[in-house]
């Protein structure tokens, strides 16, 4: 097999006009654009304005190129695309080759009869996305969320670059990920599936194969495994019988991966080889670890658990939501991906929601998730809004980037779910998609709307969708049959969840805290206290969180002196969750005394939803038994913003980040309090018991002792256990709460 890669340097221009300009590929016209300094920092001030007509134009990308002697003489070959972002005309030396729908999947043609020796011209002509997902809208309306872009569920595209309550209306187009020739003869692995089989102490890993052939030839498959240092640790061989093979081999002295906190996560390489006569003429090489994963979910006192086991112990994930860490998701590299990740293990984080309204985890961000031991719930992308899912040509181009995306996955030891959508369970039961266009149920959700997800687009004449009944089937259809089917046929041993929340019963208390998982927003969008996280129990808590602005230093960067006031233009710009700023200083002055200053604000913001977020973890954790697992709302951000994020566009850590470091540390001191009533507890993640003492006391804000005392402890593994009750009443009955604390 020969490879010859297509990346690098090409030119583009705008579609209607002659000049050419030099292009990156990977890349993207926004970055295209920027480089040559033809459009402004869209991050910068108000400039978003400014660049918005990019994603109105046509753009054309052109290269040539000479296939080297090698690749021509393989017997066939294939322009291959990892990823096509998104509605494109594929054209090789003027002939056009393929169009592409779906920035999700990968693409490849055979070019065998229109390849040149010398001079070849592959050119890639890219249709407006906004254009034509304004057309489809107007063809027929999907409802989506209110900071968006109109007719975003139309196209299979990152639903985030159209905007979001976190993130700039900036959809893109462009190569955005690798394109490559690829010459081959004889045959090639089609498709590979890794299997793990844990016995006892003994583990061993089966390779099942798929294989291409254009002649009849004897052909084998070998699979040898190396184990974490590089050492060779076994290898066996079988023979292709119709297209296929399948062969199993033993690790010696297996080591287990565990996730962040559990243990080490050794790295295995499973080579899988096609040989032809002795030789080699096609390899796969995957990263795997070596584990068992289960979700847990099995009746109890509460209603059903949902809990992950990861070889056999019971895990409380800690973890938070990834969003893209960038607009033009192209230019993230790993020196900012791999920052990101150890970012989130440093503070003992074990899972990341890879949250639907993105792009699926690229190879880099598993691989380096399998490195830390960091659990992956990967959604598909649908996020919160009506997809024509009744629509037999839609669902085809899903069931691509559904292959595409779990084939490329589905062996990695971080992955620990496959869920079907975000909120959109939620959206048919509770946000009016299903309900008829009476008036009175319109007044009735528009009030709903107003005190829970502002930001939902408002019932209207554009939200009224005439053909509910239909597209409501085609989500039951798509999420409860269609996609756990693929799902089972292609990655079986992997867990399917449909929605995230769900009960798992289309519509039927898709938020409830009996059984699935849940989103809390009550606190923020629901403008309530702190204190509510402490009235939610839910299985899982996968969404809660609450905004705060970014740095100073970050606030800077997108500022000018003149900008730096709460409400100017450029700072409300820079905030996109409906009265986001007005939930920040509300909930402060609930908290604490008005700051004096811009910096102060922006300072007392980080403070406020580092405390926030510490108030509802600790409570879950405390909770352990009956809770699974609390992912806040969310670990990055897409560009420069105030956000409900932990660490901000440019790498820096907001103190909900720092707080994280303690709130998710494995044994973790918290004080469960009541007024006076104060109950010390010790939540211990870990497999062991944990011995050692509490110290506690009541002391002035000078530091003088009232009541102290210091208990021996033993905490119970993978429990939360309470220490001791302390109740001050009668200690403060003639004293100022104000000048008192509680140490311990
Ligand atoms: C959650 C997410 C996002 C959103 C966030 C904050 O529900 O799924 O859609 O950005 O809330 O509103």
């Given at each position: 097999?020969?490879?010859?890669?297509?990346?690098?340097?090409?030119?583009?221009?705008?579609?209607?006009?002659?000049?050419?300009?030099?292009?990156?590929?990977?890349?993207?016209?926004?970055?295209?654009?920027?480089?040559?300094?033809?459009?402004?920092?869209?991050?910068?001030?108000?400039?978003?304005?400014?660049?918005?007509?990019?994603?109105?134009?046509?753009?054309?990308?052109?290269?040539?190129?000479?296939?080297?002697?090698?690749?021509?003489?393989?017997?066939?070959?294939?322009?291959?695309?990892?990823?096509?972002?998104?509605?494109?005309?594929?054209?090789?030396?003027?002939?056009?080759?393929?169009?592409?729908?779906?920035?999700?999947?990968?693409?490849?043609?055979?070019?065998?009869?229109?390849?040149?020796?010398?001079?070849?011209?592959?050119?890639?002509?890219f249709?407006?996305?906004?254009?034509?997902?304004?057309?489809?809208?107007?063809?027929?309306?999907?409802?989506?969320?209110?900071?968006?872009?109109?007719?975003?569920?139309?196209?299979?595209?990152?639903?985030?670059?159209?905007?979001?309550?976190?993130?700039?209306?900036?959809?893109?187009?462009?190569?955005?990920?690798?394109?490559?020739?690829?010459?081959?003869?004889?045959?090639?692995?089609?498709d590979?599936?890794?299997?793990?089989?844990?016995?006892?102490?003994?583990?061993?890993?089966?390779?099942?194969?798929?294989?291409?052939?254009w002649?009849?030839?004897?052909l084998?498959?070998?699979l040898?495994?190396?184990?974490?240092?590089?050492?060779?640790?076994?290898?066996?061989?079988?023979?292709?019988?119709?297209?296929?093979?399948?062969?199993?081999?033993?690790?010696?002295?297996?080591?287990?991966w565990?996730?962040?906190?559990?243990?080490?996560?050794?790295?295995?390489?499973?080579?899988?080889?096609?040989?032809?006569?002795?030789c080699?003429?096609?390899?796969?090489?995957?990263?795997?670890?070596?584990?068992?994963?289960?979700?847990r979910r099995?009746?109890?006192?509460?209603?059903?658990?949902?809990?992950?086991?990861?070889?056999?112990?019971?895990?409380?994930?800690?973890?938070?939501n990834?969003?893209?860490?960038?607009?033009?998701?192209?230019r993230?590299d790993?020196?900012?991906?791999?920052?990101?990740?150890?970012?989130?293990?440093?503070?003992?984080?074990?899972?990341?929601?890879?949250?639907?309204?993105?792009?699926?985890?690229?190879?880099?961000?598993?691989?380096?998730?399998?490195?830390?031991?960091?659990?992956?719930?990967?959604?598909?992308?649908?996020?919160?809004?009506?997809?024509?899912?009744?629509?037999?040509?839609?669902?085809?181009?899903?069931?691509?980037?559904?292959?595409?995306?779990?084939?490329?996955?589905?062996?990695?030891?971080?992955?620990?779910l496959?869920?079907?959508?975000?909120?959109?369970?939620?959206?048919?039961e509770?946000?009016?998609?299903?309900?008829?266009?009476?008036?009175?149920?319109?007044?009735?959700?528009?009030?709903?709307?107003?005190?829970?997800?502002?930001?939902?687009?408002?019932?209207?004449?554009?939200?009224?969708?005439?053909?509910?009944?239909?597209?409501?089937?085609?989500?039951?259809?798509?999420?409860?049959?269609?996609?756990?089917?693929?799902?089972?046929?292609?990655?079986?041993?992997?867990?399917?969840?449909?929605?995230?929340?769900?009960?798992?019963?289309?519509?039927?208390?898709?938020?409830?805290?009996?059984?699935?998982?849940?989103?809390?927003?009550?606190?923020?969008?629901?403008?309530?206290?702190?204190?509510?996280?402490?009235?939610?129990?839910?299985?899982?808590?996968?969404?809660?969180?609450?905004?705060?602005?970014?740095?100073?230093?970050?606030?800077d960067?997108?500022?000018?002196?003149?900008?730096?006031?709460?409400?100017?233009?450029?700072?409300?710009?820079?905030?996109?969750?409906?009265?986001?700023?007005?939930l920040?200083?509300?909930?402060?002055?609930?908290?604490?005394?008005?700051?004096?200053?811009?910096?102060?604000?922006?300072?007392?913001?980080?403070?406020?939803q580092?405390?926030?977020?510490?108030?509802?973890?600790e409570?879950?954790?405390?909770?352990?038994?009956?809770?699974?697992?609390?992912?806040?709302?969310q670990?990055d951000?897409?560009?420069?913003?105030?956000?409900?994020?932990?660490?901000?566009?440019?790498?820096?850590?907001?103190?909900?980040?720092?707080?994280?470091?303690?709130?998710?540390a494995?044994?973790?001191?918290s004080?469960?309090?009541?007024?006076?009533?104060?109950?010390?507890?010790?939540?211990?993640?870990?497999?062991?018991?944990?011995?050692?003492?509490?110290?506690?006391?009541?002391?002035?804000?000078?530091?003088?002792a009232?009541?102290?005392?210091?208990?021996?402890?033993?905490?119970?593994?993978?429990?939360?256990?309470?220490?001791?009750?302390?109740?001050?009443?009668?200690?403060?009955?003639?004293?100022?709460?104000?000048?008192?604390?509680?140490?311990?």
């Amino acid at each position: 097999m020969q490879v010859q890669s297509l990346a690098g340097a090409w030119e583009f221009r705008e579609s209607g006009t002659e000049a050419w300009h030099p292009a990156k590929v990977p890349g993207c016209v926004h970055t295209d654009l920027l480089a040559l300094e033809r459009i402004p920092d869209p991050f910068y001030r108000d400039n978003e304005a400014d660049v918005r007509w990019v994603a109105d134009r046509d753009w054309v990308y052109r290269t040539t190129f000479t296939p080297s002697d090698a690749l021509l003489n393989e017997a066939r070959q294939f322009l291959v695309a990892d990823g096509i972002d998104t509605l494109s005309r594929l054209i090789l030396n003027g002939t056009a080759i393929g169009d592409t729908d779906n920035q999700h999947r990968a693409w490849e043609w055979d070019i065998t009869d229109l390849l040149r020796e010398d001079g070849n011209i592959l050119e890639v002509q890219f249709t407006s996305p906004t254009q034509a997902a304004t057309a489809k809208q107007a063809a027929r309306p999907m409802t989506t969320v209110a900071a968006q872009l109109p007719g975003a569920p139309h196209l299979r595209k990152a639903p985030y670059q159209f905007g979001w309550d976190w993130g700039p209306k900036l959809p893109t187009c462009g190569i955005w990920k690798d394109l490559r020739l690829e010459g081959r003869s004889v045959a090639r692995l089609s498709d590979v599936r890794l299997e793990q089989i844990h016995e006892g102490d003994s583990v061993s890993v089966r390779a099942s194969a798929s294989v291409d052939a254009w002649v009849r030839a004897d052909l084998t498959l070998e699979l040898s495994i190396e184990n974490p240092e590089g050492m060779a640790c076994g290898s066996a061989t079988t023979s292709i019988e119709h297209r296929s093979g399948s062969i199993a081999l033993g690790v010696a002295d297996p080591r287990l991966w565990w996730p962040n906190g559990f243990g080490d996560q050794p790295l295995y390489r499973v080579r899988l080889r096609l040989l032809y006569e002795g030789c080699p003429i096609d390899e796969t090489v995957l990263q795997v670890g070596l584990r068992t994963l289960e979700l847990r979910r099995e009746p109890d006192e509460w209603g059903e658990s949902f809990q992950f086991i990861v070889n056999g112990v019971p895990i409380f994930a800690k973890g938070s939501n990834w969003i893209p860490p960038d607009a033009f998701v192209d230019r993230v590299d790993e020196a900012k991906l791999g920052k990101l990740i150890s970012d989130a293990a440093a503070t003992h984080q074990n899972m990341l929601r890879i949250w639907g309204g993105g792009t699926y985890g690229s190879d880099r961000l598993y691989d380096l998730c399998d490195r830390y031991g960091i659990l992956v719930w990967q959604d598909f992308m649908f996020s919160c809004s009506v997809y024509p899912l009744d629509d037999a040509a839609f669902v085809s181009t899903v069931r691509a980037e559904v292959e595409d995306n779990v084939r490329r996955i589905r062996h990695r030891p971080s992955l620990a779910l496959l869920c079907g959508n975000n909120e959109m369970d939620q959206g048919w039961e509770s946000w009016g998609w299903a309900k008829s266009p009476a008036e009175d149920a319109l007044n009735a959700l528009a009030e709903r709307f107003a005190s829970l997800r502002p930001w939902i687009q408002e019932p209207d004449a554009s939200t009224r969708l005439p053909d509910w009944p239909s597209l409501q089937d085609g989500y039951t259809r798509f999420f409860y049959e269609t996609l756990p089917d693929w799902t089972s046929e292609l990655a079986p041993d992997i867990e399917y969840w449909p929605s995230s929340p769900t009960s798992r019963t289309p519509f039927e208390n898709a938020n409830g805290q009996e059984m699935g998982d849940a989103h809390y927003w009550e606190v923020w969008h629901g403008r309530k206290p702190f204190s509510a996280f402490r009235d939610c129990l839910p299985r899982f808590m996968s969404e809660f969180g609450f905004q705060a602005f970014p740095t100073l230093e970050t606030v800077d960067a997108y500022t000018e002196a003149e900008d730096r006031n709460l409400v100017s233009r450029v700072m409300e710009l820079h905030q996109r969750g409906n009265h986001g700023n007005g939930l920040i200083i509300a909930q402060m002055t609930d908290t604490f005394r008005m700051p004096e200053s811009f910096p102060g604000w922006i300072y007392l913001s980080l403070i406020l939803q580092a405390e926030g977020i510490r108030y509802g973890v600790e409570h879950w954790r405390r909770n352990r038994q009956r809770v699974g697992g609390a992912l806040y709302w969310q670990l990055d951000d897409c560009w420069p913003v105030a956000s409900w994020s932990s660490i901000d566009y440019y790498g820096r850590w907001k103190a909900l980040h720092y707080a994280a470091r303690r709130f998710y540390a494995p044994v973790l001191l918290s004080v469960l309090d009541d007024g006076c009533a104060m109950e010390l507890h010790i939540t211990n993640d870990r497999a062991e018991a944990w011995a050692g003492a509490v110290r506690w006391g009541l002391e002035t804000l000078q530091g003088d002792a009232i009541e102290s005392d210091e208990i021996s402890v033993m905490a119970a593994p993978v429990s939360d256990t309470s220490i001791v009750a302390l109740d001050f009443t009668d200690a403060m009955a003639d004293k100022d709460p104000g000048d008192h604390i509680l140490v311990c």
